[in-house]
């Protein structure tokens, strides 16, 4: 006991080091980065690539000194040094294929896609080697920015805004899926939450029936999932899609004739019988732990011995 609480207060121990280490280093990356904002438009495109190319290597070069080469072990790797090491790996995630884009300006409809796939591959690579939060978030935005420059390549975003937006829809479930199995499913859940419920909303402008339609489906989906894991996200998502879809829905059927104090109304009615919904949900997944706690076990049936 007496060893470990000395192991505890010594400060001079390498974990330490490296923690501090690892935030002096994000913390220039991070000042060299704005710096260069400042001296980025005297700077030719070969010399913008190298700077970006530079950054990247010292962060990522600061990231395996964070975690430690630690990839396949992560659980063993401290919280401090994993947000480290993953905040340097996102920044170099993002500077490689900026470089790329900055060096091949101007890029033609197939470039864009690779580019776009190798900044979704990158942030995805960051964020296996170190889970976080950024590094997931991060992911989820170039899997968005990829979608589009793969799109935009078959030129399925000219005349109709259908394809994109459905295609957000399907990533959000594609990374509801997912999260229930990352390090940070909250994170994700949240994530593919926006991406779903706007995805489908996207829809609203040109396409209403298709907008309030999607977004009703989103939270039906979210409630029966609910019952299966108790999770917020899942509660949260179904009783704002709910609320959302509805007045959109009336104001269709009426052509738009509901006054705004009339609609106002109809959504906080809306509102209230969604919160309701909600309500009862988490109540029911409450009693079905306590009943099962209180049924009898199986080997207790008989009587008492006589």
Same mark, same amino acid.
């Given at each position: 006991?007496?060893? %470990?609480?000395?192991?505890?207060?010594?400060?001079?121990?390498?974990?330490?080091?490296?923690?501090?280490?690892?935030?002096?280093?994000?913390?220039?990356?991070?000042?060299?980065?704005?710096?260069?904002?400042?001296?980025?438009?005297?700077?030719?495109?070969?010399?913008?690539?190298?700077?970006?190319?530079?950054?990247?290597?010292?962060?990522?070069?600061?990231?395996?000194?964070?975690?430690?080469?630690?990839?396949?072990?992560?659980?063993?790797? #401290?919280?401090?040094?994993?947000?480290?090491?993953?905040?340097?790996?996102?920044?170099?995630?993002? %500077?490689?294929?900026?470089?790329?884009?900055?060096?091949?300006? +101007?890029?033609? #409809?197939?470039?864009? %896609?690779?580019?776009?796939?190798?900044?979704?591959?990158?942030?995805?690579?960051?964020?296996?080697?170190?889970?976080?939060?950024?590094?997931?978030?991060?992911?989820?935005?170039?899997?968005?920015?990829?979608?589009?420059?793969?799109?935009?390549?078959?030129?399925?975003?000219?005349?109709?805004?259908? +394809?994109?937006?459905?295609?957000?829809?399907?990533?959000?479930?594609?990374?509801?899926?997912?999260?229930?199995?990352?390090?940070? +499913?909250?994170?994700?859940?949240?994530?593919?939450?926006?991406?779903?419920?706007?995805?489908?909303?996207?829809?609203?402008?040109?396409?209403?029936?298709?907008?309030?339609?999607?977004?009703?489906?989103?939270?039906?989906?979210?409630?029966?999932?609910?019952?299966?894991?108790?999770?917020?996200?899942?509660?949260?998502?179904?009783?704002?899609?709910?609320?959302?879809?509805? +007045?959109?829905?009336?104001?269709?059927?009426?052509?738009?004739?509901?006054?705004?104090?009339?609609?106002?109304?109809?959504?906080?009615?809306?509102?209230?019988?969604?919160?309701?919904?909600?309500?009862?949900?988490?109540?029911?997944?409450?009693?079905?732990?306590?009943?099962?706690?209180?049924?009898?076990?199986?080997?207790?049936?008989?009587?008492?011995?006589?």
């Amino acid at each position: 006991m007496a060893q %470990a609480l000395q192991e505890a207060e010594e400060p001079d121990t390498p974990v330490r080091w490296a923690e501090i280490i690892g935030f002096i280093g994000g913390g220039l990356v991070f000042v060299g980065m704005v710096s260069l904002l400042y001296t980025w438009v005297d700077l030719e495109k070969l010399g913008q690539a190298v700077l970006l190319l530079t950054v990247a290597a010292l962060a990522a070069g600061g990231g395996l000194f964070a975690t430690g080469g630690r990839f396949r072990n992560r659980a063993a790797l #401290p919280p401090t040094r994993r947000r480290v090491g993953g905040t340097l790996f996102v920044i170099a995630a993002l %500077a490689v294929p900026t470089a790329l884009t900055v060096a091949l300006e +101007p890029v033609n #409809p197939t470039t864009a %896609a690779a580019l776009g796939l190798l900044y979704l591959a990158l942030a995805v690579l960051a964020y296996t080697a170190a889970p976080t939060a950024v590094g997931l978030l991060v992911a989820g935005g170039t899997s968005l920015w990829a979608l589009w420059t793969i799109l935009a390549k078959f030129d399925l975003l000219d005349t109709d805004i259908r +394809p994109y937006a459905l295609s957000v829809v399907a990533v959000g479930l594609v990374w509801g899926v997912v999260s229930l199995r990352l390090p940070n +499913p909250r994170t994700g859940l949240v994530m593919a939450a926006i991406f779903a419920l706007g995805g489908a909303q996207i829809h609203l402008g040109d396409h209403p029936v298709l907008a309030y339609t999607l977004t009703a489906a989103i939270a039906v989906l979210s409630l029966v999932l609910y019952q299966w894991q108790r999770r917020w996200v899942f509660l949260v998502t179904g009783v704002l899609g709910i609320t959302i879809a509805a +007045p959109e829905a009336i104001w269709d059927w009426t052509d738009g004739a509901v006054s705004g104090a009339l609609l106002m109304l109809i959504v906080g009615l809306v509102l209230l019988a969604a919160s309701g919904v909600g309500i009862m949900l988490h109540r029911k997944t409450d009693k079905q732990p306590a009943q099962q706690a209180a049924e009898p076990p199986a080997g207790n049936a008989e009587g008492p011995a006589r």
